[in-house]
């Protein structure tokens, strides 16, 4: 078998679980098998690296936070190659960098280019285990890069595309559950649960696995397999494929969840598509994804514009409205939650909508802004009735 396993922070926070993974990292290469390890940061290295950048006071400087951010994965892999050799197994850690992984300029938010995998395949043809450091790349110049939050399953599933390797992504998690546990602590845990099904949750919030890592693994087909460290009964994790069993009996997959949401609006803009383009333009320009985007017509013949992203892109933008240079205020509110329904049977049974909406009325919850997509219901809530509106949801479509 050739596998790519992917270690998350709390997988590695401390030596002695760098230890016990190397131990099996050790087993399974003595198997015969080709193994290629991707490890994050050491438990909460990258939140104190930030904390150290913000007494310093510079932590716009997107270039230094991207190199002094890389330093965290670079100790874990050191340490776990040192790890792997002490049960006689060589083992060589690699950087981004190292490993060929060739971005985009985007600082803090880059995407991958390209893999160049003459090393690795060089290092797993002499018989090493490759220990890949997650989470970054450099661009063709040499500039160090980030790939964004959960960056380190996204090197994880673009190694194995590139290399035909099965993926198997280990967390402190048991897999993927119909909620989050934390929230509604009788939420299921699933088996099984398709790309497209994934990929929808982890757009709309489920922190279990980032989006592009679900996208590359359904582009190319990556076995894709979510599980708790250490834990070799794979029964007990949850397999993310092309296509489940028994689609039909489960209309509603799960419920994601995406706090700390910001509306911004514009109002009573001039139908021309000048501002909408300085705008967007604006947006691409900071290399930020919208989340939800809507316009609607005045009697005036004028619109009002209002999209949806996270407070922190949203100070991004607000930040860098003068560039504009135009009369129209971007008003900003915050306070909200989106909740969405995510199930490939939302398209094929009737009244998932109005069973979600008579819920959220039947226990007094105001919605606000409601989209749809073949496989998903969003809405935007008050963010002092998530834990109800999740609960009861829940229970409605037994979750």
């Given at each position: 078998?050739?596998?790519?396993?992917?270690?998350?922070?709390?997988?590695?926070?401390?030596?002695?679980n760098?230890?016990?993974i190397?131990?099996?990292?050790?087993?399974?290469?003595?198997?015969g098998?080709?193994?290629?390890?991707?490890?994050?940061a050491?438990?909460?290295?990258?939140?104190k690296?930030?904390?150290?950048?913000?007494?310093?006071?510079?932590?716009?400087?997107?270039?230094?936070?991207?190199?002094?951010?890389?330093?965290?994965?670079?100790?874990?892999?050191?340490?776990?190659?040192?790890?792997i050799?002490?049960?006689?197994?060589k083992?060589?850690?690699?950087?981004?960098?190292?490993?060929?992984?060739?971005?985009?300029?985007?600082?803090a938010?880059?995407y991958?280019?390209?893999i160049?995998?003459?090393?690795?395949?060089?290092?797993?043809?002499?018989?090493?285990?490759?220990?890949?450091?997650?989470?970054?790349?450099a661009?063709?110049?040499?500039?160090?890069?980030?790939?964004?939050?959960?960056g380190?399953?996204?090197?994880?599933?673009?190694?194995?595309?590139?290399?035909?390797?099965?993926?198997?992504?280990?967390?402190?998690?048991?897999?993927?559950?119909?909620?989050?546990?934390?929230?509604y602590?009788?939420?299921?845990?699933?088996?099984?649960?398709?790309?497209?099904?994934m990929?929808?949750?982890a757009?709309?919030?489920?922190?279990?696995?980032?989006?592009r890592?679900?996208?590359?693994?359904?582009?190319?087909?990556?076995?894709?397999?979510?599980?708790?460290?250490?834990?070799?009964?794979?029964?007990?994790?949850?397999?993310?494929?092309?296509?489940?069993k028994?689609?039909?009996?489960?209309?509603?997959?799960?419920?994601?969840?995406?706090?700390?949401?910001?509306?911004?609006?514009?109002?009573?803009?001039?139908n021309?598509?000048?501002?909408?383009?300085?705008?967007?333009?604006l947006?691409?320009?900071?290399?930020?994804?919208l989340?939800t985007?809507?316009?609607?017509?005045?009697?005036?013949?004028?619109?009002?514009?209002?999209?949806?992203?996270?407070?922190?892109?949203?100070?991004?933008?607000?930040?860098?409205?003068?560039?504009?240079?135009?009369?129209?205020?971007?008003k900003?509110?915050l306070?909200?939650v989106?909740?969405?329904?995510?199930?490939?049977?939302?398209?094929?049974?009737?009244g998932?909508?109005?069973?979600v909406?008579?819920?959220l009325?039947?226990?007094?919850?105001?919605?606000?802004?409601?989209?749809?997509?073949?496989?998903s219901?969003?809405?935007?809530?008050?963010?002092?009735?998530?834990?109800?509106?999740?609960?009861?949801?829940?229970?409605?479509?037994?979750?």
């Amino acid at each position: 078998m050739n596998v790519v396993e992917k270690y998350g922070g709390t997988s590695v926070a401390t030596i002695d679980n760098i230890k016990k993974i190397a131990k099996h990292v050790a087993d399974v290469k003595k198997r015969g098998d080709n193994i290629i390890v991707v490890a994050s940061a050491m438990g909460k290295t990258t939140n104190k690296l930030i904390e150290m950048a913000k007494e310093i006071g510079n932590t716009k400087n997107s270039r230094e936070m991207d190199s002094l951010l890389s330093t965290g994965e670079q100790r874990t892999i050191t340490l776990l190659a040192m790890a792997i050799e002490t049960y006689g197994v060589k083992a060589i850690s690699l950087t981004g960098f190292q490993a060929g992984f060739v971005t985009s300029n985007h600082h803090a938010h880059a995407y991958i280019k390209d893999i160049n995998d003459r090393k690795i395949k060089k290092y797993i043809k002499e018989g090493y285990v490759v220990v890949v450091a997650g989470f970054q790349g450099a661009t063709e110049n040499g500039e160090i890069t980030t790939l964004g939050r959960g960056g380190s399953d996204t090197t994880a599933v673009a190694l194995a595309a590139k290399l035909h390797y099965d993926c198997y992504i280990y967390t402190d998690v048991n897999g993927v559950y119909t909620c989050d546990p934390r929230i509604y602590p009788k939420a299921k845990k699933l088996k099984e649960v398709t790309y497209m099904e994934m990929m929808q949750m982890a757009i709309l919030g489920s922190g279990v696995l980032e989006t592009r890592s679900v996208e590359l693994a359904s582009k190319y087909n990556v076995k894709l397999y979510l599980g708790r460290s250490l834990n070799e009964d794979f029964s007990k994790g949850t397999y993310i494929m092309k296509q489940t069993k028994n689609l039909e009996d489960m209309p509603i997959t799960g419920i994601s969840i995406k706090d700390d949401y910001a509306i911004l609006r514009v109002t009573n803009i001039k139908n021309d598509g000048i501002f909408l383009s300085k705008l967007f333009n604006l947006i691409a320009k900071l290399n930020i994804n919208l989340d939800t985007i809507s316009q609607q017509l005045n009697d005036d013949g004028t619109v009002n514009f209002t999209f949806y992203c996270n407070k922190a892109q949203s100070d991004e933008i607000l930040d860098n409205a003068k560039e504009l240079e135009c009369e129209y205020p971007i008003k900003r509110m915050l306070g909200f939650v989106k909740l969405s329904l995510v199930g490939v049977g939302i398209s094929t049974h009737s009244g998932i909508a109005a069973k979600v909406l008579n819920t959220l009325n039947m226990n007094n919850i105001r919605y606000y802004q409601i989209t749809s997509s073949e496989i998903s219901i969003s809405l935007t809530i008050d963010e002092a009735n998530k834990k109800v509106a999740v609960e009861k949801l829940c229970e409605v479509f037994d979750l």
